[in-house]
């Protein structure tokens, strides 16, 4: 038995190798290692728009109460429904759903980086060397936009970078009609970004076909823009909605801060001398890719530069196309990674380990301090910390789901709070608050009055007493609060925690708290 075991093991760990030589076995093994570094967070930052759209799709009976806030944007695309029917077509939580979906959205961002990596370069060891860095670097920012590579909670930009990247690898290796398919498919998950990525493709496009004249990339660049004044009002926003438009202070390139432009101008100038030098080991995908970055990236630029400074095109800095330069990190990372295992790494395990150890580390301490008061990765159904999100969790269990609740329009900048959403964890409805349904009032200034007067109805909430709390339920229809522990005199509050109280607001009744 013994001399048997030893003859079945060299077959064991053939196999096991054979295994781990499978791109999709590794590219599986980076996506764990991706999910560890970078963490998961259920409905923070962004995730309060686009989160309660997917639970909305799932479950229509869900937030009857200014839904507008999030809506009007979900209705721009079907991503909430794709991600929001397929709960509700397998019967599993939602909350399970958007995290089995957001692990896929890594593994596919893993998975085009690499069919581009296959195109751009001849050798194996290059092609994982820029796969590897871009799993590393998922949470480094993006100049000028305020967005990472990719984000540690679920959005409709976790499906449409991949399906950008797998439309621009399509292009390259010369299958055009995959690469429509899947532009298209981002055109139908985010239709911004598809933008960005039909713009690129046109670049290389007409950068193909017209090589020998003179260069037609930004005459293409601006063609795409004609219809601009077709958009919006040609005159400064106004009133609430130029309120809200200021307060997305990255819209506006006069606010930048010196290396927010070097972010811009290094990956710009790097790209630049790629396209000029023939590296070894690189395919002839290559240089031309680089090359179209670099117009790219300036059509954007000069178009973030022009619509900040007239007055008169304020409006227009809505359209924000310096998030063009998301694209153009992420092929920009990718590249460079390749071009690392191409002429440092090689095929020495310790340079990949000396590199990549301290870089996975690095990028791991980065997200813990991002959310220091939550669980790194907060996995579906487990309970959180006794804080807010404590206490949205609780909202959710224990109130009806046509409750609608008013809480510090601010709150999620308070101490503790790690930006997460109400409605996103509580799956209530709220009146509007001051941070994330002013970014959607940017976008729609439609909505600027209603956001106004209930965001100024909720102004100074930290004072709040019980007769605050009766006007504000006498202007809307308010059923819930969550405030400071220990709540209003007068009104039960049936949930508290060590800073919170959820309380009803029902006629003056003896209070029933305890700690949950």
Same mark, same amino acid.
């Given at each position: ?37 970078l963490?998961?967070?259920?409905g ?48 599993l ?5 958007i ?6 959205g890594?593994?596919l ?7 581009l ?12 060397s820029g ?12 100049a ?22 797998l *439309?621009?690898?399509c292009?390259?290796?010369?299958? =055009?009609?995959? @690469?429509?398919f899947? #532009?298209? +498919? !981002?055109? %139908? ?17 007409? *950068? ?7 260069? =037609?990339l930004? @005459?293409?660049?601006? #063609?795409? +823009? !004609?219809? %601009?004044?077709?958009l ?35 990956? %710009? ?5 790629f ?174 009055e ?8 909720q ?17 809307y ?34 209070a ?5």
């Amino acid at each position: 038995m013994f001399f048997s075991d030893l003859a079945a093991a060299p077959k064991a760990r053939g196999i096991l190798s054979a295994a781990l030589r499978n791109p999709i076995v590794r590219l599986t093994l980076l996506t764990f290692v991706a999910v560890l570094t970078l963490g998961y967070h259920l409905g923070v930052d962004d995730a309060e728009i686009y989160v309660p759209a997917i639970k909305r799709a799932a479950d229509p009976s869900l937030y009857p109460y200014a839904a507008e806030f999030f809506m009007t944007h979900a209705h721009l695309s079907l991503f909430s429904k794709l991600v929001g029917d397929s709960a509700h077509l397998t019967r599993l939580p939602v909350n399970l759903v958007i995290f089995v979906w957001y692990v896929f959205g890594i593994f596919l961002l893993l998975f085009a980086s690499w069919r581009l990596l296959c195109t751009c370069f001849a050798n194996e060891q290059a092609r994982w060397s820029g796969v590897v860095l871009i799993t590393c670097l998922l949470s480094v920012p993006v100049a000028g936009t305020a967005l990472v590579i990719m984000d540690p909670y679920m959005t409709a930009r976790s499906l449409s970078t991949p399906a950008t990247l797998l *439309a621009i690898a399509c292009y390259v290796s010369n299958r =055009p009609k995959a @690469a429509v398919f899947w #532009l298209l +498919l !981002t055109a %139908l998950i985010h239709a911004q970004m598809a933008v960005y990525g039909a713009v690129f493709l046109g670049c290389m496009a007409v *950068a193909r076909y017209l090589r020998e004249r003179a260069n =037609p990339l930004p @005459a293409f660049g601006l #063609l795409c +823009l !004609t219809g %601009l004044p077709f958009l919006f009002e040609f005159q400064p926003a106004r009133g609430a909605a130029r309120e809200a438009l200021l307060s997305r202070t990255y819209f506006f390139v006069s606010n930048w801060t010196w290396y927010e432009w070097l972010g811009i101008a290094a990956p %710009l100038a790097i790209l630049w001398w790629f396209s000029s030098v023939r590296f070894r080991g690189t395919t002839l995908a290559f240089g031309p890719l680089a090359r179209t970055l670099v117009p790219f990236g300036l059509l954007f630029a000069a178009a973030g530069v022009l619509l900040a400074i007239p007055v008169r095109l304020q409006n227009y800095t809505r359209l924000q196309p310096m998030r063009a330069f998301h694209l153009l990190y992420v092929v920009f990372f990718i590249l460079v990674g390749g071009l690392i295992g191409e002429y440092a790494l090689k095929r020495s395990a310790w340079r990949w380990l000396c590199l990549f150890v301290p870089l996975v580390a690095s990028m791991w301490l980065l997200q813990q301090s991002a959310f220091p008061s939550s669980s790194h990765i907060e996995w579906p159904g487990v309970r959180y910390r006794e804080n807010w999100t404590s206490a949205f969790l609780w909202v959710r269990d224990h109130t009806p789901k046509d409750a609608v609740f008013a809480l510090d329009p601010n709150y999620m900048m308070r101490h503790g709070e790690d930006e997460h959403g109400f409605r996103a964890i509580a799956e209530r409805s709220a009146l509007a608050d001051n941070i994330k349904d002013s970014g959607a009032v940017s976008l729609f200034p439609q909505l600027a009055e209603d956001w106004k007067q209930q965001v100024d109805a909720q102004r100074g909430w930290e004072h709040f007493e019980r007769s605050d709390f009766d006007g504000l339920a006498k202007l809307y229809p308010v059923t819930w609060i969550v405030t400071r522990r220990p709540g209003p005199a007068g009104l039960a509050c049936p949930y508290t925690n060590r800073e919170l109280a959820v309380c009803r607001m029902d006629p003056p009744v003896e209070a029933a708290s305890g700690i949950y």
